[in-house]
């Protein structure tokens, strides 16, 4: 149960003093009755409406986002535009937050969510969930390539896992490929091609875990995860197959 003033606050109505007052005034229905106490306390299913407008009134949400370069994967920023400005403005008091992050100018697959127990295991080091990009890089990809992504690269600060490297296309000049990681450190696909001398000029996720970009999804378009697919990720992240919602 969530007391009314709360959750039309938290979906952006309003600030707590602000929607106590539309509800004082009558201008809240729930489940289609009007409530004029702003402490009421209301089941997740009910049917919020305010001034005569029904709300999405959905207080967890799991989305697939396709990120266009230029924006940062953050939660918000001072001074740059953040993956959170191209959806509505009720996601942040939701807590809505990307699952990860995707470098300015990556592209693809971005998971966000307002359950942070999910996201949190999702991330965690001994979790290894796989992520899929496509990379094109400023010169040739070959066997030798393969086989250094397959053994592992050390990196300095840390030693990358071995990863799958499967050569689409490859001239002296450029070449695409994909490229399979089981763990998420910071520029690690970037890194890894810099450990083999190549420069990545472009870069995009095509799966993280077992969600795959879909095809239909525009850049900088995004849509609510399925029933399928939270349950899917849900287990990835060992939390069984039951949804929260
Ligand atoms: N690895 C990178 O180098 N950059 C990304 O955005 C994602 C993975």
Known sequence: MIRLDRWLSTLGVGSRSQVQKLIRAGEVTVDGGRVTDPGTLCGESAVLAVAGETLDSRLRRHIMLHKPAGLLTAARDRKQPTVMDLLPPCFVPLGCMPVGRLDKDTTGL???????????????????????YLATVDGPLGAREQEMFARGLNLGDFSAQPADLAIISSSAAQA??????????????????????????????????????????????????????????????????????
């Not at 971005?110 to 899929?132: F, M, N, Y």
């Not at 490229?179 to 420069?199: D, L, P």
């Not at 472009?202 to 900088?220: I, N």
């Open 110 to 132: 971005l998971v966000l969510t307002t359950d942070g127990e999910l996201a949190h295991r999702l991330l965690s080091p001994g979790r290894h969930v796989d992520k899929v």
């Open 176 to 245: 695409t490929a994909r490229v399979t990681v089981h763990e998420g450190k910071f520029h690690q696909v970037k890194r890894m091609f810099e450990a083999v001398n190549r420069q990545v000029t472009v870069l995009h996720r095509e799966k993280f875990g077992p969600l795959m970009l879909d095809p239909q999804l525009k850049e900088g378009t995004w849509r609510d995860l399925t029933e399928e697919e939270i349950r899917s990720l849900r287990q990835a992240a060992g939390m069984g197959d039951a949804t929260d919602d």
